[in-house]
């Protein structure tokens, strides 16, 4: 948990260099690899413990950050639900 909001933390200070783009920087940079982290954790390590820590992982990043999109979106629509004319 500590390393994903660490990812967070720095994608998201990366990303203030350009308006708005920080949550989006910050959450892609915490989620990302996680398929390939499982890949590798199967390949290398088979029936260990190792590929039930990868997937715990993920879903417990899944689960902290989640509620932290739907946040930021609701505050890049000022708290309002998106209109589109057609």
């Known amino acids: 948990m500590l390393f994903t909001l660490a990812n967070l933390a720095a ?21 990302r690899n996680m398929g390939v982290a499982t890949l590798v954790a199967v390949a290398n390590f088979g029936d260990s413990a190792a590929v039930v820590t990868v997937v715990l992982a993920g879903f417990l990043a899944l689960i902290l950050l989640l509620p932290l999109t739907w946040l930021t979106g609701r505050a890049g629509r000022g708290g309002r639900a998106a209109v589109t004319a057609d």
């Open 11 to 31: 994608g998201w200070a990366l990303g203030t260099m350009k308006p708005g783009v920080g949550p989006i920087v910050g959450i892609s940079a915490s989620q």
